[in-house]
């Protein structure tokens, strides 16, 4: 039987997976890929409610807009990840840490 | 709501006696097996015939070809060549499968792999007829473009992972045509969304008639531009000639598939045959009336009144006649396809991408505002229709 | 209807599956049939008969990134405005057209605000190094001459 | 019947893409794994039926983010463990045992969060059922221009400065590519 924990149970296993891959990878593109999977999370949850809950067509628009953002973010952070690679040429998180001593 | 090809058999007394005769034996309510069934065999009639499609179309490429190009052409593997396909296809199951050293093994395994699913997925929604649509989503537009877009991952994974340098300017290139030439066309089919008024394919038929006049590539000036941004935009999504810079045999050996050998070169050459059928078929239903036959024979209701035909083999009649008009048109295009491969010389690399950004895409977004204008206008009247209404009119106002 | 009819993605399912069947299928079937002695030159990538040098996973040029970058705001846009588009013609027929040709002539606005800006950079021109102006073109024919 | 098989395939492709992206060291495969994971979500969106935001996410993800991810991997010089222009010896890129230490702590505490927030739920276990929608599409198409008019023009503006903004950052600088 398909209930909303089980969406619920999918959707806290991307958040970890997110956060895991946040946490413990250094490679600015691989914490990007965590932002998605996080953000996919958040989107699916939306959907679920709006399936199990309240029935009202708005949880599909955020969850739209979720997606509309997270693209817009892979765009810019990519393309700040492109710039640092050009000039460091590395794409280490820690040697982002410039500001911090 | 959507309608599949299960909707369109439960409507025939046979079909609810046979599922009340199997839930009786079986014990269970058999309609879910039947549809799971009746999908099934639907699947794999569509896929034989697709690869057979396919196949036929390797043997039509080069008979095409040689008819250009004043020669034989394959005339040597049964009647006048016909199964040169078969004997490919055994040797390209015969060949051996090098995996290059360097090569990173997983991808290169699911490379081909996803190109063919990406393709597969898509032969769901294309339109054959009324009846026999495999699945008629009300997103159908939207999921094809979306699961067609596989292709492209697929191209840029066998590229990478082949660790060639051939290989990967091919994968590169193609990602970035494929994705870039996805603009184009995915403006111009708004605007045919605009006009039908929903994204699944029935709808975009259906607002459609079965005479030219009636279709949306004569519908107004700007869907009449539109269907050629379309159309060139598809011919390079699939990476043909003159587009077909992914594996441009002059500058980069094969392109993405150069360290392919054997049956996976074969899948990889296998969707891009699909796939020519597939974006033709699509260009056939949003501009070219789809599968709309002409004076309304597709419904049966002319058969069956004239004839005094039973009315179920009236419908069914008029199905075949449908899958006719549909296959009948996508075939033509398919020709024009294959002719245009051995016509025009290929383009260079920035030119490619200086027609779809500077040209292709302007002229795409100018066509959907005039659509949307036109909708609003005219209300959604096309340009006969507002010629015949001014004669009329013209004619009432001198009486 | 209480719950989605989900039968209409059965054959996406399916199809997909013959898809994968096929492939590992004929792989598979093909194992058995084909010849496999592999030896150190078959399996080195092929260049033209030289030795590869390196690897093939380099650095590429930014502007790949540029295209896919534009692509993406497209591919988002055409998203957003799908089901405008598809209810378009409901407005139209309610009256109520304007308002939405309005609100989709702004958003198309802005996207067209993006991609001149995107051309009067330079961004969609894919080899902009190599465009001399003339003012270089006479320096180049100087240098010559000199 | 289907129903259940569609959400088991949907979810056991989603979870194990997603495992998979945390587990691989290959930041290529990551990559292809994050789009299986995607392309599952799709099958979760159908089987919630939302069809439009299936589609959506194969549109947008699949066709583009994928693409954009594997394109900046390779103009970051693929997936090798560079070391930078300093020579300080780090962490691997791809992350060693002390960080995923770190991470898998931090996750553990946060699902214990969740999951104590979750068991009410699970104890209500609500079983609401769709209203009898024309399709998906539709309603949203009526929303983006009636109620929410202003998110759709806004995201407009916002997906603008996207584009300015990457466009800028991303742009070599003058004299670069001579």
Redesign the interface.
Known sequence: MITLSSYLMISLALFLSGLVVMIARKNIIAILLGIELILNSAALNFAAYTRFVNQNIEGHIVSLFIIVIAAAEAAVGLGIVIRFFQMRESIHIDDAAQLQS | ??S???SYLSQFDGHKKFIAFLSEVLGFDAT?LI??LV??I???V??KVMALVGGMGTYAERKISADIQMRQGPNRVGPFGLLQFLADGVKM??????????A?K??FT?A??MA??G???S??VVPFSSGFI??????GV??L???S??V??AI??GG?S???????LGG?RG??QI??Y??PV??SI?AI???????SFSTLVNAQGGLPHQWYVLHNPFTFIGFFVFFIGALAETNRAPFDLPEAESEL?SGYH??YT???F??FALAEYIEVFVVCGVAVAAFLGGYKVPFDLGTGDFLVNTLHLPPIIGKNIGQFLQIGSFVTKTLLLYYVVIWIRWTFPRLR??H???LC??YL??IA?FN??GC??W??AF??HSIWELFSQMTAGSHGGGH | MSSPNLDVYMPIIILMAIGVIAVVGALLVGKLIRPHNPNALKESPYECGEEPIGSAWSNFNVRFYVVSLIFIIFDVEGALMFPVAAVFRRFNEIGEGGVLLGSLLLFILVLVLGIVYCWKKGDLDWVKSFQLSDEQIKQLNNVKES | MFDNILFLLSASLTVVGAFSVVLTKNLMHSCVYLLAALFGMAGLYATLGADFLAATQLVVYVGGVVILMLFAVMLTGGDQDKENKFGITKVPAMGNTKTFIAGGISALVIALVILRLVANIAKQNPQGDLPNYMSTVVEIGTKLVTDHVLAFEISSVLLLGALVGAAVIARPARGDDQ
């Open positions: 709501m959507n599949t090809i299960v879910a549809a799971f999908f099934l639907a699947s794999i569509v896929v199951i015969m060949k051996e499968d090098v995996l290059p050293k360097n990173d997983l991808l699911i081909p792999l063919l699913v393709v597969f997925g032969l769901a495999l699945t008629d989503l009300n997103v939207f999921y473009i979306g699961v877009s596989l492209g991952v840029f994974l990478y082949s660790n060639s340098k051939w290989s990967m590169m990602a970035s994705i870039s996805e603009v995915t403006l708004l969304v605009i006009l039908a008024g929903g994204l050996v150069t360290e054997g049956m996976r074969g899948f690399v920035d490619l991408m200086t950004w500077k895409t302007p977004l959907l505002v949307a204008v909708l609003y209300d959604g």
